[in-house]
């Protein structure tokens, strides 16, 4: 009795088993695939209006493909391109390119540490200047994914002021590409024997070439591939940010894109001197003002006050220098400060605690009669 229960269990068993495998399996009507959604027209990276925001037609939702757009990034692999998508004027998602010259596990790595989630939900405006820190383990490459999100942002902000320029709705200010340096100058022991301090100044602007020169002089990268700049920094910790100060407001100057982000457009060179106004402070003469802050992050050295100071200062003496014998190369009069107002200056660029402005040079070209040099 209980052999013959147990088969008829196990049979009935069987049979549903049965039933439930040809309800799966039987053939059924498709149901009608929905219409794929309209993909959006591909565009260049720097087409006018495709920022979302840039006018009346842009779109909701833009994809911007990095490759070719930082040719000077490269990891250890090779190029490092990634997509950056944009949702409503703010980045939705940063994600590798496919394909890429770095492997699987390192994606994984920047993933974990969470590189690809630093810019999502920032305006592209925020975006495009955000401080993101390299990952410790894969810092070369992972600056270079860095480098390849802030020229995709770059490249869309470019478009969108493009295309205000264009169609008259531009507003004062904004974001400003310079050109490639020219790397022109005289010889070196020509321009170490001009070198000088001068503090008299015309107030006619640099061009945007003279600026580039300038900057790329100061502390460029020299070695791309490598990551490395014209002036050396202690354990190459890279730790100073360029601030140039203008008329016009104060950039931060990025170099690997050679771009000048606007941080405020008010004018913060009388910050720089020693006077607070007037005509007798050449600060508010000449036409730029580089300010020399140092980010207490990069350069890690927290448990080590007085070798962050030290090194602070040697290695923006260094930058300094790079300056002084660009502008003796180029015809241009420089000086270097100390007598700036740093909490004053912090307050304006809204520097985080971790940052602080160290010096400043004052930069421009000669007063109509020149000036008498000092050592």
């Given at each position: 009795m209980k052999a013959a229960n147990f088969l008829n269990l196990l049979l009935a068993t069987a049979v549903v088993l049965l039933c439930a495998k040809l309800h799966f399996v039987s053939p059924r009507a498709p149901s009608p695939a929905p219409a794929p959604a309209a993909a959006p027209a591909a565009a260049p990276a720097d087409a006018p209006g495709t920022e979302p925001g840039a006018g009346p037609e842009a779109a909701d939702r833009l994809v911007i493909d990095s490759t070719g757009l930082a040719p000077h990034a490269r990891g250890f692999g090779g190029p490092v391109p990634v997509e950056v998508e944009i949702t409503n004027g703010a980045v939705a998602r940063v994600s590798p390119k496919m394909p890429n010259g770095e492997s699987p596990m390192f994606f994984e790595m920047l993933e974990e540490a969470g590189l690809w989630n630093?810019?999502?939900?920032?305006?592209?405006s925020v975006a495009a200047t955000a401080r993101v820190d390299a990952v410790t383990s894969a810092t070369y490459s992972s600056k270079a994914a860095i480098a390849n999100v802030r020229a995709a942002l770059a490249s869309v902000s470019s478009a969108r002021r493009r295309a205000e320029a264009a169609a008259g709705t531009g507003t004062a200010g904004g974001d400003i590409a310079l050109p490639p340096p020219s790397r022109d100058a005289m010889p070196l022991g020509r321009a170490l024997e001009a070198r000088a301090t001068h503090r008299e100044f015309s107030s006619e602007p640099l061009s945007s070439q003279e600026l580039s020169d300038l900057l790329w002089a100061a502390n460029g990268f020299n070695r791309p591939d490598a990551g490395k700049r014209?002036?050396?920094?202690?354990?190459?910790?890279?730790?100073?940010?360029?601030?140039?100060?203008?008329?016009?407001?104060?950039?931060?100057?990025?170099?690997?894109?050679?771009?000048?982000?606007?941080?405020?457009?008010?004018d913060l060179r009388g910050l720089t001197g020693r006077m607070r106004d007037g005509a007798d402070n050449f600060a508010l003469v000449a036409p730029v003002a580089l300010v020399y802050v140092i980010d207490k992050e990069r350069q890690a050295m927290q448990d080590r006050p007085e070798d962050a100071a030290k090194y602070a200062s040697v290695d923006c003496g260094f930058v300094g220098q790079n300056v002084y014998l660009h502008c003796a190369a180029a015809g241009l009069h420089t000086v270097f400060l100390g007598s700036l107002r740093p909490d004053e200056i912090a307050a304006a660029l809204a520097l985080p605690p971790t940052r602080f402005a160290l010096f400043a040079q004052t930069v421009g070209k000669p007063a109509g009669g020149g000036a008498a040099a000092n050592p």
């Open positions: 630093a810019w999502n939900g920032l305006p592209v014209t002036a050396p920094t202690a354990i190459n910790r890279q730790e100073i940010d360029l601030y140039v100060c203008r008329a016009d407001g104060a950039f931060l100057w990025d170099a690997e894109a050679n771009v000048l982000r606007l941080v405020t457009t008010n």
